[in-house]
Each structure stands twice: as C-alpha cells, then as structure tokens.
C-alpha cells in the first residue's frame, strides 16, 4: 500500500492498490518493450525504477521476476519525492501500447469445468454418457500451440480449414462456418520444475505467479472434423491477415487464443479464494489438497455486432465454477515427470456454469447453433465478421478492503466500459 | 565437395562429404554451444571458421542460417593451407559433446503412416472402422510439448500417472507399465511464416531446413486412460531424475520425445527422393502437390535389453511408408493461418511398414502386450527398466554418388554401432 498516499486512484478504477497487475508494454510506438505495473490510470515503468535502483529488477527472462513482492516495488518516499523520476516513471494509461506479456514456452488447455463437459457431451455423445469417466478422475487437458497466442485487441482473420461433411460427402473447405469464443482464465507459470521432478499439489501455489483472462478462440466446423482421435489442433491455432476479406474486428484477442495484458498475482486474488466444489469420488492421493481453493470472480463476455453501437452480454459466469483447481492442473501436469518453465500458460477450459446464462461458450449457449441469441436487434449463432468480443473479469470486494467501501471491484480489463 | 580433397572420409563413415548435418556441440565440457557441421569423423566448428571470416554465418536464432547452402560453408583453400586453423575447427568427433540442436518453439505431431494408424485402430476400434474417415481427407495431428524433447543419449525416467482400469474399477497410480517407443522422423521448420498467411503447398519444401530421427516416447496405459476426447497428454511429455529407481538407459533419448543431434538438410536428401503413394481419394486442392516427394530413407530400431552385450533389431522401416508427406503436413498446418516459426518441429508419427516386421512401436509389434518379442534370451512386450533404444536411418547410395561405390551409406545415426 506504499503508493496509495500519493497516486490517486478512483474508486471505481480497474487497478486498486490491492491489485497491481504485472504487463508488459511500450510508452511510444518507437520505444523498446519494458515491465509495469498498473496504478489507477497510470502504468509505473519498472524500467526507469529499477534504473533508478529503488527497484531490485525485473528478470522476466527467469523466474526471479515472479518472486518479486508487490512491497518491494518501489520505496514509496524515493518515488514521491523526486518529481523528475515520478514523470518519467508514471506513464498514463491511455498513452501505451500494451504487449504479450510473457514469453510462453508451452501452453496447455485443460477441461475443468463439469458444466461446459457435460454439456459439449450431451450435444456430441448424448445424455447417457455426456462425461466420460476419466474426466473425475484427473483434470483433462490437451498440449496447445503457443506462436499463435496474442494479446488482447489483437485483429483476427477466420481461420479456413476442412469442414464436417454430413454422412458420406465429401468434405468442404473454406472459412470457418463456425467460429466461437470460449470464455477461459489461464494461470502463468513462476517458478518451473526440473524434467523428472514432480510438484506436489499443495505447493503447486507457489510455482504460480499469477491469472490472466483468456479467450481460446475456436472453430468448431474445423475442430469437430479434424480431432477424433487426437485432439483439436487447427480448430485452435488460426490466424490473421488484414489482406484478406474475413477480418473480425476484435477488442480482445483473436487468432488461435488471446489473453488480457495484465497478469494479476495470486496474491492479489488472496481475498477472493473460496472453497472449491466437493470432489467425489475423491481423488487419488497426488491429486489431494489439504487446502482446495478456487477464487470467486465474476467472468462476463459481451459481443458488440458488426456494425452496432452498443455491446451486449451474453454471459455471466464465475472462476468458482471449476471442478479442479489451478494447482490440481498444475501438480497433474508435472506427475508424469513433464518440466514447466516460467511464462508457460495453463489454461482452465471453457468455465461454464450451471444455468443457461452462464455458458462459456456459443456452442453451448446456441447449442451448437441450433438457436439463436439475441442482441439487441442482431442475432447470433456463431460469430460473424466485425463483431467484437469482449472478456472481463471482476471481484467482490470483501470487508478487508474497507477503503473500497463494498463497491464491486474490477480486477481484471480488456478495454472494459462501464 | 568442396573438402573432400584434404579432410580424409572413410567410405563407411555416415558423414559422407555429401552428407554435411547441422549440430550444435560444445568441443570441451565448459565450452559455449556452438553450430557445427559433421564430416567423417569430425565437427567442423563453425564458430571458429566464422571468426576467420570464411563462413558467412551463422545465424541460428533467425532463419538465416537455414538458408545457408553447404557451399558457402567454407573457402576449400583458405582452410587446408592454415594448419592452425585447421586444428582450432576441425574438432574430433568422438570428443564432442552433442546438444539439442534447435531452439523448439513448437512442437506438433502427425499420424502419417497409414500401416500404424491402421494397427492402432484395429486394436481400439476393431476392424471395420479401423481408419477415421477424416484420416484420408487431411494430415492428422496433435500439439505437444516442446519442453520435454531431449537430444539423443538423454536418460530417462518411467513416467507416473494414472492407469486405465478394467471395467468399473477405479484407475491405478503409479509407474507406468507400458513404456514404448515410436519411430518417427521429424522436419525442421527453416524460415517462417506469418500469422494469417498459409504456406503454399507447393512452395512448403522452402520452409523446411532438414530432418532428424526422433523417439517420440510413449505410455501406453497413461495414453490410454486419460486421451478421451482430447488426445494424448501426459502419456507423451514425461520426464527423469536419476534419484529416482525407475531410470531407463537409453542412448537414444528418452522423456517426452528424443531427437537426433543431427539435422540432414532437404537438399542432402534430394538424391534419395522418391514418389510418395498414390492418394485415394484425391486430395482437396490446398493439399495437391505439383510434385510429391517421399525420400528412401531406411530405419531401424534396435533394442539392447538391460544387462546384455547386445542389441537386436526389432523393427526395420522406411521413411518412404509415409502416406502424407512433410510438405503436406507443413501446408495443412498453416492453412489455418497458424504461424510457424524457425526451429518448430514436425513429427511425422510412428512409421509402420505393411508387414509385421516393419510396425514402428511396441504396441503393434507385440499387439498391444498380446505377444512378447524375443531379444537373444530375453523376451519383452514393453520397455523395462534398464534397456536401450537406437534408432538409425540410411540411405542406399545412388550413382549420382559414384565415389562411393554403391555401397550402403548410413546418413543419420545416433550412437549406432556396427
Ligand atoms: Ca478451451
Ligand atoms: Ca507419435
Ligand atoms: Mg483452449
Ligand atoms: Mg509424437
Ligand atoms: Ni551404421
């Protein structure tokens, strides 16, 4: 809380002082990449404090950086007193261009809400079966492509690829008929792991650095084709060309999987932890945690359609919604001996909840395009040229924070308006 | 052929003068890596050769250097009548220390070889529906995980997971019990693309450096269990620790996926091209090649059981068995607009052959455990602790090459023996 006295910050902004979220970005077009944090209205340029010496850092290129406490940040005097560092450390928002903000080494896509499962069962296998018994088991996932994953308002091309023929034609090819969101949150990976050495799943917490919003852009025509026996792969690693003539005009994301600039640390979420979903059957001794915690934060997407002025919501759904947790996920992923490496990305899956209003996906929410959504005069099946997908993420504010006077509280933002 | 006048080759050497791999070695244990290029029995440093000012390179961290053709490699005169420079470069092979070669951003693997995607469905699915319909229409494939891939000679762990249990009952945990390997080669992406901008696959050989051998390292009962519906995961990204007790000795790899130290450029290769098989049904237009290439390339697995002298050959292939070829595979993949990047990888998938004696992994050669291999007294139906895996890859020499005789000249190896 070292900075509160001397920057202001709303109360109704994105960045608190209990929430300085990690990025990366540029001040100018011409300038090179560098760390920040965010601060109500201002990003702070770790560059210029560290050259500074009040700041012991970064190293993002290994896992130092993740280790950094917030309080070590800056010396809140130092900063306050000497007017010329504070200009040229204190950077307004609206002036920077935000960038990835890790180099992702590998990125896995897990499958860990029971809701979004039992649905894309119920439509592909029917009721009877709609989850398979493996997935009580152990959190599912499958490896992912990471040269294609960008950061939000990133513009995106429909992928074109091999659609699913009905019965025995033959297979169509072009762009996709079917193009989805899927609202996700993705865990960045801190500290990595040796090759042959496991983490244990109750200090898997501590190989975390932070979450950040994802959107694990699909194409379902391409993927339902393509991924019996192994898996998705083109359905989602697509990409983008201003050349060509299906561009999707998107605030957050696109082509393949797109994540908000800001990475918030899991110790900033500490407040927001909640118990997790009772598990049943129990699972096996690697998989058990003595302390189970999920995170209570409200998820929505809003779809602006091409051409309209206004967004519209089209979900509303919650992190609490995971059956497996992030360090569940995370410990699972190495008990085969599998190194992590710092920036590595977990994704958590589609987080669907239990109602119909809180489906993560299109495919869900028009089961598979066999209704339509309404909004606001347009209507939608699946996604369609120029529309713009929006993702954010907020927390209750509890009695803790009381100089936030109970108000909702954004934690996460991808050019989210209020 | 530049230095085939003053660097003696022996005829069976399997670095011929038309053979010249990319590596990269260290010369002595605290040496920085550096490019190399293997001829006969030595490294040719290219580091060394680059400070003198005779090879314009390298430049491994961009594309460049995939574009360096073997003739620029160095000045024939310039080295031979500089003894002392001859000394600094020419480094004996049996000293060096091999490293990965490539910087993997990603990897992905096929499931080219129509023989294996056969066997595996014929054992899962029964004979009638043996072959996806969707495997003749495209290049199957999957991500995988590019941290886990080691260079040839790496020990390996037994990877632990959880087992697929029989009927109802619950999953078990612990090592696992059917450890294999696969055969498989894999293309080295030399220059990039885009995001957005599909390869041409008539111009996709130009995006593709060389080959490598490669062990992609499987768990049977891991893939098994946990692969429903999003492909395989954990059975393929496993890892070591040489505390723990189930340690294999491998020459060839092991955990996750093992590649030769060794890249064979394309154009090295171009001799031993040969017409790939013919497609039924046709390929969809984004798919058909003007010209499409296969290339003879013997393989051989060997296994040297733990405690014995000797190793047996167990299965012997032919790169040739490929239905789709690596310019297909590298187009398929991008037509999606996925970027790929210098040094990704490509795994063609396990190569089987028709016959029984040619399946390229355990699991076809034993039938999935039904039937045990008989080593010269020691029987095995998956790996056990202890046993050695070497895989190496030929080529018949044609007349083009008429100094050597016709004789059989081995182009790719990894420890291999005679
Ligand atoms: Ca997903
Ligand atoms: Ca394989
Ligand atoms: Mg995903
Ligand atoms: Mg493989
Ligand atoms: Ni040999």
């Avoid at 860990?112 to 592909?124: K, L």
């Avoid at 003595?290 to 779809?303: A, G, R």
């Avoid at 100089?403 to 954004?410: I, Q, V």
């Amino acid at each position: 809380m070292a900075l509160k006295s001397f920057i202001e910050v709303s109360p109704d902004s994105h960045f608190p002082i209990q929430n300085l979220p990690f990025g990366i970005f540029k001040p100018e077009p011409a300038s090179p990449p560098r760390p920040g944090v965010a601060i109500g209205d201002y990003v702070l340029d770790l560059s210029t404090i560290s050259v500074s010496g009040i700041f012991d850092g970064p190293f993002l290129s290994g896992s130092d950086c993740f280790l950094q406490l917030l309080c070590d940040v800056a010396d809140e005097a130092t900063l306050r007193d000497n007017p010329s560092l504070r200009e040229k450390s204190l950077v307004p928002m609206s002036k920077v261009e935000m960038l990835l903000p890790i180099a992702i080494g590998d990125y896995t896509d897990f499958f860990s809400s029971m809701h979004h499962a039992r649905n894309c069962g119920i439509m592909f296998r029917g009721p009877e079966n709609a989850i398979n018994p493996n997935w009580f088991q152990l959190p599912i996932a499958y490896h992912g492509r990471s040269s294609s994953i960008v950061v939000s308002g990133t513009k995106i091309i429909r992928p074109r690829g091999q659609g699913h023929p009905s019965g025995n034609s033959p297979p169509y090819f072009g762009p996709s008929r079917k193009l989805d969101f899927e609202l996700e949150m993705a865990a960045v990976v801190g500290p990595g792991n040796e090759l042959g050495k496991p983490v244990d799943v109750n200090e898997a917490g501590d190989h975390i650095f932070g979450l950040v919003l994802m959107n694990d852009w699909s194409a379902r025509d391409i993927q339902a084709w393509e991924y019996v026996p192994l898996g998705p792969f083109l359905g989602k690693s697509f990409g983008k060309d201003g050349n060509l003539f299906h561009v999707l005009n998107a605030l957050w994301l696109i082509w393949g999987t797109t994540i908000s600039p800001w990475i918030v640390t899991l110790d900033a979420l500490e407040p927001f932890a909640c118990n997790s979903p009772k598990q049943d059957p129990q699972p096996l001794p690697y998989l058990a945690e003595k302390i189970s915690k999920n995170y209570d934060i409200s998820l929505e997407v809003q779809i602006k359609p091409a051409g309209q002025e206004d967004s519209c919501v089209v979900t509303s759904s919650n992190f609490n919604h995971l059956y497996w947790t992030v360090t569940q996920q995370l410990a699972h992923h190495t008990i085969n001996g599998c190194n992590l490496r710092p920036g590595d990305l977990l994704g958590t899956g589609t987080i669907s909840g239990p109602e119909p209003e809180s489906y993560g996906c299109l495919l869900e929410l028009t089961w598979n395009g066999q209704k339509s959504l309404s909004l606001k005069g347009a209507t939608r099946r699946f996604l369609e040229d120029g529309d713009e997908v929006i993702i954010s993420g907020c927390s209750k504010v509890f009695s803790l924070f009381t100089f936030l006077k109970h108000f909702p509280k954004h934690i996460f933002t991808s050019s989210h308006k209020e």
